[in-house]
């Protein structure tokens, strides 16, 4: 079983930036592949970014590419993401997730590892 901590949420203005932070809390999930997920208030859960165990690859929902960034560093059981240029749309409780296969990662159904949650909220 792994158990995924996040970190880092609060509350940023329009255009401002975030630093998350999710660290598991078994060796083995540096061999899995990480990601990130986000929901608003009366939305569905939706794919943010997701990264491979080697940190070689990443992925991006539309939405964020060019100002989200997505990395774990050795000993890779501790994944980041920095988001920039944030909008008020972007207010979400943001979740980390963690799956040993990497496609299965980008889609709820797929995820087998969620942490518990961090509140963004991202004023006007």
């Known amino acids: 079983q792994v158990q995924l901590v996040e970190s880092g949420g609060g509350l940023v203005q329009a255009g401002g930036s975030l630093r998350l932070s999710c660290t598991a809390s078994?060796?083995?999930?540096?061999?899995?592949?990480m990601g990130w997920f986000r929901q608003a208030p009366g939305k569905e859960r939706e794919f943010v970014a997701a990264?491979?165990?080697?940190?070689?690859?990443?992925s991006y929902a539309d939405s964020v590419k060019g100002r989200f960034t997505i990395s774990r560093h050795v000993p890779k059981t501790t994944v980041y993401l920095q988001m920039n240029s944030q909008t008020p749309d972007e207010t979400a409780v943001y979740y980390c997730?963690?799956?040993?296969?990497?496609?299965?990662?980008?889609?709820?159904?797929?995820?087998?590892?969620w942490g518990q949650g961090t509140r963004v909220t991202v004023s006007s």
């Open positions: 990264i491979n165990w080697a940190a070689d690859s990443t």
């Open positions: 997730a963690a799956d040993a296969n990497l496609r299965g990662i980008h889609q709820v159904s797929g995820v087998h590892y």
């Open positions: 078994i060796p083995a999930a540096a061999t899995y592949a």
